[in-house]
């Protein structure tokens, strides 16, 4: 499907949040939000749906696949079980695991909080085509050590640390990453018809 990008937005947001932005660029938005019926859901359904929105539509060279917080974190638990993701991958603010911010009295655990670092260390995350990371210097959601050490794991992947930026990243920046990010998806959609 061309100028088709499957999104997973984070907890409570909408898909129009960071869809609007991806339509304004020429893309249609296709994706799970985290406010709806799917929200409700165990998790382990959600990753079955997620992996069947991929396995039916999004499967090919060039796809591009957009996580934002823990709509990241469900998508890299669903790309986990399976073989390597052929298209592309910009994951924003992902959760990536626990997190914990003593300062703030702030903790995450998510389900499966250490499965993406241990497949990661054991070297048995299926590596995609393509994989991008921004993440806030000063993420409390998205630890940036963490991000860091995931990313080392996975040869090949893009981990980029933003100075003086929280798990909130900053709109104009967004817009920046995602216009780059979708650009080149186009370009290797284009270079593959």
Do not use: N
């Given at each position: 499907m061309k100028n088709a990008v499957y999104l997973l937005p984070g907890r409570g947001n909408r898909l129009r949040d960071l869809g609007d932005l991806v339509t304004r660029l020429g893309f249609d938005?296709?994706?799970r939000e985290l406010a709806s019926s799917?929200?409700?859901?165990?998790?382990?359904?959600?990753?079955?749906?997620?992996?069947?929105?991929?396995?039916?539509?999004?499967?090919?060279?060039?796809?591009?696949?957009?996580?934002?917080?823990y709509g990241a974190y469900l998508l890299l638990h669903a790309l986990a079980d399976r073989e390597s993701f052929p298209g592309r991958i910009l994951l924003l603010a992902?959760?990536?695991?626990?997190?914990?911010?003593?300062?703030?009295f702030y903790l995450s655990r998510p389900p499966r909080a250490d499965k993406l670092m241990q497949l990661a260390h054991n070297h048995e995350f299926p590596i995609p085509q393509f994989l991008e990371v921004h993440t806030g210097a000063l993420d409390d959601g998205c630890d940036p050590a963490l991000a860091r050490q995931w990313g080392s794991l996975l040869p090949g992947s893009r981990i980029v640390i933003v100075p003086d930026q929280g798990h909130r990243l900053a709109p104009a920046y967004v817009?920046?990453?995602?216009?780059?990010f979708l650009q080149a998806a186009d370009s290797a959609h284009a270079a593959r018809s």
């Open positions: 938005v296709y994706g799917f929200a409700r859901l165990g998790f382990a359904d959600q990753i079955r749906l997620i992996q069947h929105d991929l396995a039916s539509t999004f499967w090919h060279p060039g796809a591009p696949l957009i996580g934002h917080s992902p959760v990536l695991g626990a997190a914990t911010d003593l300062k703030r817009r920046r990453v995602l216009a780059q």
